[in-house]
């Protein structure tokens, strides 16, 4: 079985830093491409940037320049280090591990920026 657990939520003003982590346990290698995802109430869960193995990674445009996502491969994780956060970045994030057709989520953890 596969499981990702998040951490790393939480309330921040606006301009502030959180830095989420991903643990992933089970039959879960280093090619599986690790992803953040994030979601609002009614909307759809979106993209919020990926890394491969090698250690390439992709940003929604929302994010770029703010947010880094890296991976410890020894430890399993994945990080999201969110910088200069904003009201708009209020939503649950989601960790997400990708090989091919199968894909899997973690629970979520709730970030809210707020004042």
């Known amino acids: 079985q596969v499981q990702l657990v998040e951490s790393g939520g939480g309330l921040v003003p606006p301009g502030g830093s959180l830095r989420l982590s991903c643990a992933a346990s089970?039959?879960?290698?280093?090619?599986?491409?690790m992803g953040w995802y994030r979601q609002t109430p009614g909307k759809q869960r979106d993209l919020v940037a990926t890394?491969?193995?090698?250690?390439?990674?992709n940003y929604a445009n929302s994010v770029k320049g703010r947010f880094t996502i890296s991976r410890d491969h020894a430890k399993n994780t994945v990080y999201l280090q969110m910088n200069s956060l904003n009201a708009d970045d209020t939503a649950v994030y989601y960790c997400?591990?990708?090989?091919?057709?199968?894909?899997?989520w973690g629970q979520g953890t709730q970030v809210t920026v707020s004042s």
């Open positions: 997400n591990a990708r090989l091919t057709s199968i894909s899997y």
């Open positions: 890394i491969t193995r090698n250690g390439n990674t």
């Open positions: 089970g039959s879960i290698g280093s090619a599986y491409v």
